[in-house]
């Protein structure tokens, strides 16, 4: 940063005469590498940066152009706030460039109202970026982390050493075994990931690649818990198995840019279907076909458990396919589940975009609120003609937080710190008087120590530095006073009122609330889709059922908006307590309540695809009897979560994860019954773990990913 920004402001301030250019080239500097948060590597960074070049242009000119008049400067602000903070739903790296971008329409967005200049003005961005780019990728160069397709693969290459496992005595996963899978499940989890490594855009092959964590992790996890039935494996099974192993293994190879694993998933499909042929045979002589063989519960409990291994193994195959060759993908893609895989790019980011384009989506929120902050912050600069007013809109930007509590608590180490740094200052200017030369060897030694310090002391100490490093830049460019101290402090100040008052009005509480009514809602509509899966698969789509698809998309809907929340919620560390402590923490596994929301709908698409057979009159009675119990304990966890509900506050109750129904055996039911008490039986085990006993400990990861 330091090399970047002296550099380019010293070639145009003194090798050009531009001081323009000069002023432009070091704050471009500041914007992309200082006031944002690309994460990544500096090349990953670098291409960031580089595919960000147009939009640069555009702001500014855009600042140049609205300058001239108050009103006009103030519109544009609102409506490039409100897009810029909203972009942080395209994932990790739109959200870390919007301060920097930020940063680029408010500087042209004040005096010298000059249009003539914008050629300068770009010219100095320009070279600005272009040096920090080269930077980046150039100096001081980080080993690249492995990339989630890497992890990927490797998680696929476990799931293959598993299913071969399971295919010999004694038929289950050793200790060892389950703990490397559970380990090479948790090293997809978005929170063991790596910001720029999170596949977190809306791109057809970041959501593939998304999908694909989520349904190794799945099969991970099935395999871990598949137990032995005693000595009736099966050929049948075994083929499944096997057949996993194989398109494991060809998925893995897949994601390391190998050919797609056509004739592994030919051959699982295959298996599959026979598999799931003979199990169903009961439903098959009920209806007057041929007389099927007699298997025990236990072997029907694990057929139905090997067809959901085989169900997720498929799932990531497709999915991975698709993450590496996009719409090329060779493998067959079934509608529903892969909805996005003949979506173009735009499309993709609208579904992204509608989807947040409401008051309960924390990006929503957080955009409105620098919006609105930013916009009054540009009015009050306009109106009251505050001198240097773009450091009051800077501060406005840097210090406003998600919760009243972080806000106020920064903005009183921010003015302390800058009031240190305007004391510091007024001595440094009264002292040096007009002296460039003395500015000009001061500023990349100040400029090293407060790109140094400001970042890993907090941000009392980074408005002290900035406060200081401004002065040597000004003093370069107009003739100093001690008064420059007087202004900077003022500004902060000002800024700091907007950002407090905004933080006050606009959701003050951060993603608290949102999270305990998002989470509610998650829970409510989960609620319906296992009434609604477990009264089909026990009529067997004979009679009319609730619509199922409906309640998937509005489920579907409601996990994005609790993924967001949960996001921010970790990115919060004191949401609503004292420094660095909760004040009244809620006792709630929030991950277990995404986890329940994704099970409910992967569980619901496996039952409900193919069409369910019919079962007899005992297991469908079981079937619909235990769909309407654990949704009933669905609901009560549901009202105890949610903010808004009539009902007293109650603490989540802790749920005893087995209920009376699941080990029951009706005669003659066929596997799909067992697969739906499966299902139910590991919802009932995501309920059970929702409520703690002890403060939460979620780590406090900024713009850490959900869905965990």
Known sequence: ????????????????????????????????????????????????????????????????????????????????????????????????????LQLLYILPSFPPYDPGSLGERLVGTTTGLVLLMAAEALLLPEPPPPSYRERAALAARTAAHCATLLTAPP??????????????????????????????GPGLRDRALAHTGLATRTLLSRMARLTSPGDAQGSRVTAVL???????????????????????????????????AVSAAPAAAARGGPRPPEFPPAVLRRHA???????????????????????????????????YARSRAP??????????????????QNAVRIALALTAARLIAGVATLPHGFWAMLATLTLTRTTMDETWSTIRLALTGTLAGALLTAGLLTLAGSGTGIYAAVLPLWMLLAFTLGPVKGVGWAQGLFTVLVAPVFAQLVPPTWR???????????????????????????????????AAELLRRAAEIVVATSAEVAAGGTVAAP???????????????????????????????????????????????????????????????????VLGPAAAES?????????????????????????????????????????????????RYWATVSWLSALMTDLSRIPRTGPEREPAAAGARAGD
Request: aromatic fraction near 6%.
């Open 623 to 671: 079937a619909a009897g235990l769909g309407d119990r654990v949704a009933g304990r669905m609901l009560l966890v549901s009202a105890a979560l949610d903010p808004g509900s009539d009902t007293p506050a109650a603490p989540v109750p802790r749920l005893d994860p087995v209920l009376a129904g699941f080990t029951a055996q009706p005669p003659g039911a066929p596997r």
């Open 305 to 339: 458990a090997v067809l959901e291994i085989a169900d997720a193994a498929l799932a990531m195959a497709t999915a991975a396919d698709l993450a590496v060759r996009g719409r090329r993908a060779s493998l067959p893609v079934p509608p529903g589940r892969f909805w």
């Open 242 to 276: 096997r057949a996993v192993a194989a398109l494991s293994a060809g998925t893995a190879d897949s994601l390391g840019s190998g050919p797609s694993p056509v004739a592994a998933h030919a051959e699982l499909v295959a298996a599959r279907a026979d598999l799931s």
């Open 1 to 100: 940063m330091t090399l970047v920004a002296t550099t380019g402001f010293f070639l145009f301030r003194y090798g050009l005469g531009l001081p323009v250019a000069a002023t432009y080239a070091l704050f471009s500097a500041v914007a992309l590498g200082g006031l944002s948060r690309i994460p990544g590597t500096g090349r990953q960074r670098a291409a960031t940066g580089l595919r960000a070049l147009p939009v640069c242009w555009l702001l500014v000119i855009a600042g140049t152009c609205l300058s001239v008049r108050t009103w006009s400067a103030v519109t544009g602000m609102l409506v490039v706030g409100f897009a810029l903070a909203f972009s942080a739903v395209g994932g990790p790296r739109p959200a870390g460039a919007a301060p920097g």
């Open 547 to 613: 619509p199922v698809a409906s309640c998937h998309r509005s489920l579907h809907q409601a996990v994005i908006l609790a993924e967001s929340a949960y996001a921010q919620f970790l990115s919060e560390p004191t949401p609503f307590g004292g420094r660095g402590r909760r004040a009244a923490p809620a006792p709630v596994d929030w991950q277990a309540v995404l986890i329940a929301g994704h099970h409910t709908l992967w569980g619901s698409e496996r039952l409900l695809d193919p069409p369910p057979t």
């Open 171 to 200: 038929y289950a996963l050793t200790g060892t075994d389950s703990a490397a899978a559970r380990e090479a499940g948790a090293a997809l989890r978005p929170l063991t990931v790596p910001e720029a490594e999170r596949p977190a």
């Open 484 to 518: 420059l101290a007087e202004v900077r402090l003022l500004d902060v100040l000002v800024g700091s009122a907007i950002g407090a008052v905004f933080g006050l009005l606009a959701w003050p509480r951060g993603a608290h609330d949102e999270l305990r009514r998002a």
């Open 347 to 364: 499309v993709l980011w609208w579904h992204r975009a509608r989807g947040h384009a409401g008051r309960r989506s924390v990006f929503f």
